[in-house]
């Protein structure tokens, strides 16, 4: 069992739910503003993150 | 693309700008959308449900303390949450209204409070709206006295809706409650228009009663509502069960009758709880998201021949339009007939508007951003410039 593995699973879901929201906010163009880039570049490097934790723990 | 067999994924809200009158209040925040990730199985609130087997009595996740917090947001003494806004009208109807009993409802009510009525034996007494949509005080002393020459009593319950689902207009409850109390008639706000979007101070407005729908305007999932009292009504609406087994003797303990034992579990309470927090914040913008729906209502007027049914100035999101002598003119002429309007505004990223509609229609602009407002107000004038009607 590896706890690591649950956490990050759930934690990548959560950071593509926040990439979810950003694209409900920025419908129907998605042009985003500085900001909202940025938030969108954390998100996805926060998902990356997350996923290499998966990987690490369940494939490698 | 699918997310199960024969189960289209739903990717509206992230396509589209959704104006849909009923849907807008209900959009979940980010954080119930987590939540129903993480507590999407039936039975999951329940884990740590400990004597006496309540849902409201539960600690983790924080349930009880949900229940105590929604109470004092709301300015009511006892708060439950229920399946929907229907499931409180259902609730308090079959607890206060006996078989043959009047029920003062308006005529702007919503079906489900007519159902509750009913469905608890009681008879529907309308009170009339005035020329401008409006349920006023004096309306409703005369149709309380009305009542009372008819059936040598008074109702034992009246409902009315704060906010009403076909002008969004929003009614002067607190004068009316005034009323009500005069004749010793509790009175149950229907707030699923208002509680989650606006705010909200029950003992203020002086209402018995107060139901919000969690589905409806406290972006949660469905079915989802509430049901809040003040202490007087709440020993009778929320008491709990006497049944005995005439074999077993079993007993049941501290569940509610009128709950049914428990009520909402699983997701749509954790959905409700995760954006409460947002909820409770949102309400205090309430004058932008107004300003956002007037700048809107104010494009479509700028319309040649369009005009609002509801309240203008705009008090609320929810408005009630006539087209029929703008949009339903070209509809008259166009090859789409009357679905020009819906594929226009479709192509412009707008969905939410009934195909066909060029008539009498309505839309919520609730949640949308400054952006998007802007967006929605500019399409409106764009599909009638392209399509010849005259824009001031």
Same mark, same amino acid.
């Given at each position: 069992m590896s706890r690591r593995a649950v956490d990050a699973i759930f934690q990548a879901l959560f950071n593509l739910s926040d990439l979810r929201a950003l694209m409900r906010e920025t419908a129907p163009d998605h042009a985003m503003d500085d900001e909202q880039r940025q938030r969108a570049a954390t998100y996805i490097e926060k998902t990356k993150r997350q996923i290499a934790i998966v990987e690490e723990e369940l494939i490698r | 693309m699918k997310c199960a067999i024969d189960i289209d994924v739903r990717d509206v809200e992230e396509l589209f700008i959704n104006i849909d009158p009923i849907q807008a209040g209900g959009r979940l925040t980010p954080d119930a959308m987590k939540a129903a990730i993480a507590y999407g199985d039936g039975y999951s609130v329940c884990d740590a449900c400990q004597k006496p087997f309540r849902l409201d009595y539960i600690k983790k996740p924080p349930i009880a303390q949900f229940h105590t917090d929604l109470a004092e947001w709301l300015n009511m003494d006892q708060v439950r949450v229920v399946p929907g806004a229907r499931r409180g009208f259902q609730a308090v109807a079959s607890t206060y209204v006996e078989k043959g009993d009047p029920v003062l409802l308006t005529s702007l009510a919503h079906y489900t409070e007519f159902i509750a009525v009913e469905q608890a034996g009681g008879i529907p007494r309308e009170i009339p709206k005035d020329e401008k949509n409006h349920i006023t005080p004096d309306a409703v002393a005369a149709r309380i006295e009305d009542v009372?020459?008819?059936?040598?009593?008074? +109702? +034992? %319950?009246?409902? %009315?809706?704060? /906010?009403?689902?076909?002008?969004?207009? /929003?009614?002067?409850?607190?004068?009316?409650?005034?009323v009500a109390h005069q004749y010793d008639i509790p009175i149950l706000l229907n707030g699923a228009y208002s509680v989650g979007i606006m705010p909200i101070d029950g003992k203020d407005l002086g209402v018995d009663f107060v139901i919000g729908s969690g589905h409806k305007s406290m972006a949660a999932p469905a079915p989802s509502g509430l049901v809040a009292t003040t202490a007087e009504h709440a020993e009778r609406v929320f008491r709990t069960t006497r049944s005995k087994g005439d074999i077993t003797a079993r007993t049941f303990g501290i569940k509610e009758v009128e709950m049914m034992g428990c009520t909402l579990m699983g997701v749509t309470v954790i959905g409700m709880m995760a954006s409460f927090p947002h909820v409770r914040e949102r309400v205090k913008h309430w004058d932008t998201e107004v300003a956002r729906s007037r700048r809107i209502v104010d494009a479509l007027l700028s319309i040649e021949g369009t005009r609002v049914l509801s309240d203008y100035p705009r008090t609320h999101t929810l408005t009630r339009i006539d087209t029929r002598n703008s949009f339903d003119k070209v509809a008259e002429v166009h090859k789409k007939r009357g679905f020009f309007l819906s594929n226009d505004l479709k192509k412009r990223g707008i969905t939410g508007v009934i195909p066909g509609s060029t008539k009498v229609w309505k839309f919520n602009t609730y949640g949308l951003t400054e952006k998007q407002a802007d967006h929605v107000a500019n399409a409106f004038v764009e599909v009638a410039r392209e399509n010849n009607l005259s824009v001031s």
């Open positions: - | 009372i020459d008819e059936f040598k009593r008074a +109702p +034992p %319950l009246m409902f %009315l809706d704060h /906010v009403d689902y076909q002008y969004g207009n /929003v009614h002067d409850a607190k004068a009316i409650a005034k």
